[in-house]
T-cell receptor, first 111, second 112 residues
């Protein structure tokens, strides 16, 4: 499974747009890019998934360049409740259901 | 009750005890997973079950024994654990493959 690299932490203020970039240089042709959010002492929650170009849902947008070696999660107008750890995962082209979580990015939203 | 539930939510056990963690999903999913999350560490995948068959064992010590009697239930049997096994144990389910995984609230395990 492809390794991902993302910033350990980020700070933002309420109302700002936050962009978290993830590098995945060894992504396989049939791998998907998935982002999860985790609050302390809770299980992760799915945010968004994409394969290429741009995906948008009611929570976030995911931008994937043509070479797919990186991706950017965009959170519009964050609030204090968006303070959490955000994980970028790459897989599961083999349909194994195997997810490998990295360290994630701890986002701290300040008032 | 909907979603993925886990019991107990908290568990304290001695190294000689035997206990079991239970996970139940009400989503009609075919795949279930056990993860371990130690303090300030990423989640570690432990086991994957697809259609009740174990398809992944991520080099987990034998003191952790999973059981999947049907697609809705998943157990993790624990025996002779070590203090370093103290962690948050998370269960998840999905339709399989790359589909979104739904996580339960976890069991906070402390081994004395």
């Amino acid at each position: 499974l492809a390794k991902t690299t993302q910033p350990i932490s980020m700070d933002s203020y309420e109302g700002q747009e936050v962009n978290i970039t993830c590098s995945h240089n060894n992504i396989a042709t049939n791998d998907y890019i998935t982002w999860y959010q985790q609050f302390p002492s809770q299980g992760p929650r799915f945010i968004i998934q994409g394969y290429k170009t741009k995906v948008t849902n009611e929570v976030a947008s995911l931008f994937i360049p043509a070479d797919r070696k990186s991706s950017t999660l965009s959170l519009p107008r964050v609030s204090l409740s968006d303070t959490a750890v955000y994980y970028c995962l790459v897989g599961d082209g083999g349909n194994t259901g195997k997810l490998i979580f990295g360290q994630g990015t701890t986002l701290q939203v300040k008032p | 009750e909907t979603g993925v539930t886990q019991t107990p939510r908290h568990l304290v056990m001695g190294m000689t005890n035997k206990k079991s963690l239970k996970c139940e999903q009400h989503l009609g999913h075919n795949a279930m997973y056990w993860y371990k999350q130690s303090a300030k560490k990423p989640l570690e995948l432990m086991f994957v079950y697809n259609f009740k068959e174990q398809t992944e064992n991520n080099s987990v010590p034998s003191r952790f024994s999973p059981e999947c009697p049907n697609s809705s239930h998943l157990f993790l049997h624990l025996h002779t654990l070590q203090p370093e096994d103290s962690a948050l144990y998370l269960c998840a389910s999905s339709q399989g493959g790359a589909d979104e995984q739904f996580f339960g609230p976890g069991t906070r395990l402390t081994v004395l």
